[in-house]
């Protein structure tokens, strides 16, 4: 934060050197000393509201990006605002657009900087207990490293036989009574406590002493939602929905729901001209209409008829409903580069103006379907909890889904979208859907 004012204070005077001149000394004037200062005080503080200094933004340079443009944004116009209020204060043209343009580039790419330093550095990660989950999550780490975690080993509340498979491939460094010598020899940033531990006194006090020996302590699910940007719903209990304030401000509600309405209307604006050439591309391959209803599953279980261009033949479910595949024989020619590129879903840019659906949020699901994984997947109808979206955090992690266990997998990232989503959240979601766009695309 310091040096966000020291960069914005030297942004400014630089800027009023270049555009009033040094020799008139026009920008050491005591009558400009109030709109100098006005510009660094705004920024910082649409900083702190956008939450440019939190730790979690530091952790993402999606976030670092999002965050700092919107803290810029805002904390410029926010300055013009007030010097417009101060009297015998002026702002000179350019000024604004200056230091916004100066301070993002400076302040976003110093953050990035930092960040990609850090991550040089693993973090030496040691394990408390020997679990189901932690020991599922144990081996998948494994199976796919992560070069910003250095797997030390792991401590066992007591020796048992289950955990020998896991020994081959981690070492086991002792119990929990030898928990400070451990984290000593080992230099361990991080331990991680099984869930299941959270209650044993014997664990109380091992975090305890870790916590003055200065390690960081972690839960295995919030370890796992930080390592694979998903929530395990194994995991998930009712102390779950306690604890991760899923419900959002209205505040956030009511930026979300216009920035729905303003993306709607504009993409709707500008690839309203494609949707004639679509429309014919598709009646050429196939007899039907071009544009598709299919009943789909909403917010609180509501059921509304979403929107799409056709990609597969009229007869395509006359055995009766079923997935999608990869490389499914009944999506036409034309459907698959409509797949390819997303521009099958343009149609539910209609949806969203409704208030059906949100540009961002779970993908909703056909009944058919809700019903089979509710009764297969703990917790499935709690996705239902807010809107569905046009593109949402699983369609960026893993794609489309065909199987009971890729909605397993799917509503994963459900919930960690549902436990963490914000607005910067949403935008970098979009500008991610974009780039798979244009991916498919080319």
């Known amino acids: 934060m310091y040096i966000d004012v020291m960069m914005l204070l030297a942004a400014v005077l630089l800027t009023r050197w270049l555009t009033l001149g040094a020799a008139a000394?026009?920008?050491?004037?005591?009558?400009?000393?109030?709109?100098?200062?006005?510009?660094?005080?705004?920024?910082?503080?649409?900083?702190?509201?956008?939450?440019?200094?939190?730790?979690?933004?530091?952790?993402?340079?999606?976030?670092?990006?999002?965050r700092s443009l919107a803290s810029y944004a805002i904390g410029t116009t926010l300055g013009c605002a007030v010097i417009g209020l101060l009297p015998n204060q002026h702002v000179e043209p350019g000024l604004p657009a200056a230091i916004g343009l100066f301070s993002f580039a400076v302040g976003a790419s110093m953050r990035i900087v930092a960040h990609q330093a850090a991550a040089i550095?693993?973090?030496?990660?040691?394990?408390?207990?020997?679990?189901?989950?932690?020991?599922?999550?144990?081996?998948?780490?494994?199976?796919r490293p992560n070069r910003h975690y250095d797997l030390r080993g792991y401590l066992l509340t007591e020796r048992r036989g289950e955990?020998?498979?896991?020994?081959?491939?981690?070492?086991?460094?002792g119990t929990i009574d030898s928990i400070v010598s451990v984290v000593r020899e080992e230099r361990i940033d991080e331990v991680v406590v099984d869930a299941a531990l959270v209650q044993d006194?014997?664990?109380g006090q091992a975090i305890v002493d870790c916590l003055h020996e200065r390690c960081r302590v972690t839960d295995q699910p919030t370890f796992h939602e930080r390592l694979l940007g998903s929530v395990p719903v194994a995991d998930i209990t009712s102390q779950w929905y306690l604890v991760s304030n899923i419900q959002t401000s209205s505040?956030?509600?009511?930026?979300?729901?216009?920035?729905?309405?303003?993306?709607?209307?504009?993409?709707?604006?500008?690839?309203?001209?494609?949707?004639?050439?679509?429309?014919?591309?598709?009646?050429?391959?196939?007899?039907?209409?071009?544009?598709?209803?299919?009943?789909?599953?909403g917010m609180h279980g509501q059921t509304f008829s979403m929107l799409k261009f056709r990609t597969m033949?009229?007869?395509?479910?006359?055995?009766?409903?079923?997935?999608?595949?990869?490389?499914?024989?009944?999506?036409?020619?034309?459907?698959?580069?409509?797949?390819r590129t997303r521009l099958d879903e343009l149609p539910q840019l209609i949806n969203v103006l409704r208030g059906e659906m949100s540009l961002v949020g779970p993908r909703p699901?056909?009944?058919?379907?809700?019903?089979?994984?509710?009764?297969?997947?703990?917790?499935?109808?709690?996705?239902?909890?807010?809107?569905?979206?046009?593109?949402?955090?699983?369609?960026?992690?893993?794609?489309?889904?065909?199987?009971?266990?890729?909605?397993?997998?799917?509503?994963?990232?459900?919930?960690?979208?549902?436990?963490?989503?914000?607005?910067?959240?949403?935008?970098?979601?979009?500008?991610?859907?974009?780039?798979?766009?244009?991916?498919?695309?080319?």
């Open 163 to 173: 955990v020998v498979r896991l020994a081959r491939r981690l070492p086991i460094l």
């Open 121 to 143: 550095t693993p973090v030496r990660v040691l394990f408390l207990g020997h679990g189901p989950s932690i020991a599922t999550m144990i081996e998948l780490m494994l199976e």
């Open 313 to 339: 033949r009229l007869d395509a479910e006359r055995n009766g409903p079923r997935w999608a595949s990869k490389n499914d024989s009944r999506v036409t020619r034309i459907g698959r580069f409509l797949r």
């Open 365 to 442: 699901e056909r009944p058919e379907f809700v019903e089979k994984l509710a009764s297969q997947i703990p917790h499935y109808h709690q996705r239902h909890l807010i809107r569905p979206g046009v593109t949402g955090w699983a369609q960026i992690k893993c794609g489309y889904g065909a199987s009971v266990e890729d909605a397993r997998r799917k509503l994963c990232y459900d919930f960690f979208y549902l436990k963490h989503r914000s607005i910067d959240m949403d935008v970098a979601i979009l500008l991610r859907t974009v780039r798979k766009f244009m991916d498919g695309a080319c």
């Open 201 to 203: 006194q014997r664990v």
């Open 251 to 297: 505040g956030y509600s009511l930026v979300k729901r216009s920035l729905d309405l303003v993306v709607a209307l504009f993409g709707l604006l500008v690839t309203l001209p494609l949707w004639p050439v679509i429309a014919l591309a598709i009646r050429a391959e196939s007899r039907g209409s071009a544009l598709y209803r299919q009943n789909r599953v």
């Open 25 to 66: 000394g026009a920008f050491w004037s005591v009558q400009l000393a109030a709109s100098t200062l006005a510009f660094p005080i705004a920024v910082i503080m649409a900083g702190t509201i956008c939450g440019l200094y939190e730790q979690q933004t530091f952790r993402s340079r999606s976030r670092i990006a999002v």
